[in-house]
């Protein structure tokens, strides 16, 4: 008997002016689960959660989200999925309870706006305005507005990249109860150690297919390395450098 | 296949998100004082400096002078020129390049909110700036009250509606906010200065005086002179106008992008 999936991709394939970013990419991602995307860079990760997310439209292949279609049950999706993007900005004029505020009234159940800022350790920078928090602090209130909604499934789209490393435990906790609530995460990360922490299936990418998918140990092993890094070097033959995605 | 969740429906924001929206595009304009200012003060600006050359010339029979006729037609069509020229384009832009309206575009508000509460925001601008025009006018310079206040009414609506719609051209063509803010200054300079909005259009060259009531400042200033002094209101000060909306409403469908 195998579990509910909350999202089936079958075949996605995408390309931009001739240049094929996504090359048939198959993934079954159970409910519940938090599912890792790794890959150098260029390897199709954003374009698949944002094909996924329906952000964009695949050239071929299919999406199965919650049993929607991304494009045509687009405002069906919005409900229950969050997504927190690699490059967008929020409005930066105004402050963190504001930016709160004003995500959550998109959502008929929403969190409340101190819980939203709890989640992420940003109540005390409530009053604070968008353009002067720090990269660390805006990426988490960019994670919190992802979660405002309660969703039953999250994107998260290189969510510590760029922060020291009291932030990324924080963001870690945050996620670790976020599976305990049952949401499914599906996350894009460069950074190894926080994929084996938290994910308990990864898709290893590389020029837009899938190389290899299964638990972050069946990866290691798979590559008879001794870690999740020496697995990534080994089997897409690339170095990982700190803040390449940055 | 995932299974199909039934317990999950559309919902489009309601009128509280509505209204959170707005006020927060209100906010973000109130902490930009450039934007907030600038569209109230230089229209204020011209006004101080050319008011009392013109207040005492007499112009036909009805008491108006070149105040009704010159400055305050120019004074109005500025405020809206500015906001719809370069506040509205600027803001979308901005929003667009960083990614604002694309990340609503993923929550169940949809852009066209953000776009329609820019308009409301600035649609208020637009009125505080005619209300702190009006009150000058009428304290400190002794204007004679309009003709028809309905006339001008709608004219002003129409000024409102074409400067704006110059604005979404821009937002709709410019592919950067430099670019926007460019284009917006270019244009808002440039018809202003064949408007008349650097004094009066009389003392440009003979062919541009020609051109200038063709195009949208020169045309709602004729407009506004036309309908405050109730003087005839000729199609040519109507034509320009509805030109440009018309004009913004097909190339906005045409080119403009949400990301």
């Known amino acids: 008997m195998t579990k509910e999936l909350a999202i089936e991709t079958t075949n996605l394939r995408k390309s931009y002016k001739g240049r094929t970013v996504v090359d048939g990419i198959s993934l079954d991602i159970e409910r519940g689960a938090t599912f890792g995307i790794l890959g150098p860079n260029g390897a199709g990760k954003t374009t698949t959660v944002e094909m996924i997310g329906g952000l964009r439209k695949p050239d071929s292949g299919a999406v199965s989200v919650l049993g929607l279609h991304p494009i045509r049950d687009r405002s069906r999706l919005r409900q229950v999925l969050g997504i927190q993007l690699q490059s967008a900005l929020l409005h930066d004029a105004l402050t963190a309870k504001e930016l709160v505020d004003l995500y959550r009234s998109f959502y008929p159940n929403p969190r409340s706006t101190k819980e939203t800022l709890g989640l992420v350790h940003l109540n005390e920078q ?88 299964d638990t972050p140990a069946g990866i290691t092993q798979m590559a008879e390395a001794t870690n999740l890094e020496e697995a990534f070097v080994s089997l897409t033959g690339t170095e990982i450098f700190e803040g390449e995605a940055a | 296949m995932t299974t199909t969740q ?28 450039a934007s907030l200012l600038l569209p109230l003060g230089l229209p204020l600006l011209v006004l101080l400096t050319s008011a009392s050359m013109a207040s005492s010339e007499a112009i036909g029979t009805d008491g108006f002078t070149a105040f009704e006729f010159y400055v305050l037609p120019i004074v109005l069509t500025m405020v809206f020129a500015y906001i719809g020229m370069l506040n509205m384009p600027t803001y979308l832009s901005y929003y667009r390049k960083s990614g604002i309206l694309r990340r609503l575009g993923a929550t169940p508000a949809s852009p066209m909110m953000v776009l329609v509460s820019q308009i409301v925001v600035n649609a208020l601008l637009s009125l505080i700036g005619i209300a702190l025009a009006l009150s000058v006018s009428f304290v400190f310079f002794d204007a004679v009250a309009p003709a028809s206040a309905l006339a001008v009414a709608g004219a002003i609506l129409l000024v409102m509606v074409s400067m704006y719609g110059i604005g979404m051209i821009i937002a709709s063509l410019a592919p950067t906010m430099n670019a926007a803010i460019a284009l917006g200054i270019i244009l808002f300079l440039g018809l202003g200065a064949l408007g008349g909005m650097f004094g009066g259009r009389s003392i440009l060259p003979e062919p541009l005086q020609e051109v200038s009531q063709y195009l949208p400042f020169g045309a709602a200033s004729d407009l506004l002179a036309a309908t405050w002094t109730g003087q005839p209101v000729e199609p040519t000060m109507i034509i320009p106008l509805v030109v440009a909306a018309g004009a913004s409403v097909l190339i906005s469908l045409a080119f403009f992008r949400w990301e």
């Not at chain 2, 317990?7 to 006020?23: D, E, N, V």
Request: glycine share 6%; hydrophobic share 40%; proline share 3%.
């Open chain 2, 6 to 33: 039934s317990h999950i429906t559309a919902r489009r924001p309601g009128p509280r998100s509505w209204g959170i929206l707005i006020k927060s595009e209100a906010k973000t304009l109130a902490r930009d004082y």
């Open chain 1, 126 to 213: 409530r009053n604070t305005k968008f353009q002067k928090l720090s990269g660390g602090q805006q990426q988490r209130l960019s994670v919190a507005l992802a979660l405002v909604g309660r969703p039953e499934i999250v994107i998260l789209d290189e969510i510590t990249t760029g922060l020291d490393p009291t932030a990324r435990r924080r963001i870690w906790a945050t996620l670790e109860s976020l599976r305990d609530e049952g949401v499914t995460v599906l996350m894009v990360s460069h950074a190894m150690d926080e994929v084996e922490r938290l994910c308990d299936r990864v898709a290893l990418l590389k020029d837009g297919r899938v190389l290899a998918e």
